[in-house]
């Protein structure tokens, strides 16, 4: 049995959201951006912390841990317990590789608003848990999103004619109600994706970009 304070949580969630602006800043820097280009973006943020409990269970593969999917926000800050379970999908060949757990670090998933940001610069990578046979786990992702009135399309600096935007303009608030709203009812149709706003017909010029998907940082934790 855990239990949690409300002051903890909130206390948790500064300190969460104070590592991901500083991440945001290395970011920024690694596009070859001013520091603080993504700060505004920020500024009425809508981001969310999920505690997420999944019970052992002794035939795992029919058990729901959490369905293959990507991230829909920015950044995912990731806490996970010493279990493990993630999985993320390699590109090449669609092998699902375990994510071994590493104490005292954070997994930080791309999101699909990086994705458009960066113009694929930085791309999201699709995962999934599953659950483990005889130990229960517990992770606490926080979901670093943008203000709800926030435009979702490729950072202007890194566009121009020989590297179009491959994304049309999306409404934060409007995509993320939208998802909300159709949320496992029709499970038949995909639920609305970033990818939905790709501009289609573009033509590929230039070399390949360095994909960046997956990072690990650790950082201490105050005990
Ligand atoms: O529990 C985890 O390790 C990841 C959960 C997850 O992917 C999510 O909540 O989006
Ligand atoms: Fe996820």
């Given amino acids: 049995m855990v239990t949690l ?3 903890a949580c909130e206390e948790y969630a500064q300190e ?13 820097l690694s596009l070859g951006l001013p520091e603080n280009r993504f700060n505004g973006f920020f500024k009425d943020q809508t981001s969310s912390i999920r505690f997420n409990h999944y019970p ?31 999985q993320v999908r390699r590109k090449i060949d669609g092998e699902w590789i375990s994510v071994k757990p590493t104490p005292d670090a954070y997994i930080v998933n791309v999101g699909q ?12 990578v699709e995962h999934r848990v599953m659950v483990n046979s ?5 992770s606490i992702p ?12 490729p950072l ?19 995509f993320f109600i939208t998802r909300k709203g159709s949320n496992f009812r029709k499970l ?7 990818h939905h706003f790709r501009v289609s017909n573009i033509k590929k010029r230039g070399g390949v970009h360095r994909k960046i998907r997956h990072l690990t940082v650790t950082v201490s934790r105050h005990r």
């Fill in 156 to 174: 202007e600096e890194l566009t121009d004619d020989q590297n179009p935007a491959k994304y049309r303009a999306c409404n934060w608030g409007k």
């Fill in 113 to 124: 608003i990086m994705q458009v940001w960066s113009n694929d610069k930085y791309e999201s």
């Fill in 16 to 28: 969460v959201q104070k590592l991901s602006t500083k991440l945001m800043e290395l970011i920024a």
């Fill in 134 to 138: 005889e130990k229960e786990r517990f």
């Fill in 5 to 7: 304070t409300r002051e």
């Fill in 56 to 86: 052992s269970c002794p035939i795992p593969h029919l058990a729901l841990g959490v369905g293959q999917h990507k991230d829909i926000g920015v950044l995912t800050v990731l806490a996970q317990d010493d279990v493990g379970g993630l």
């Fill in 188 to 194: 038949n149709v995909e639920n609305i994706q970033f």
């Fill in 142 to 153: 926080f979901f670093l999103t943008p203000a709800h009135y926030t435009m979702v399309k």
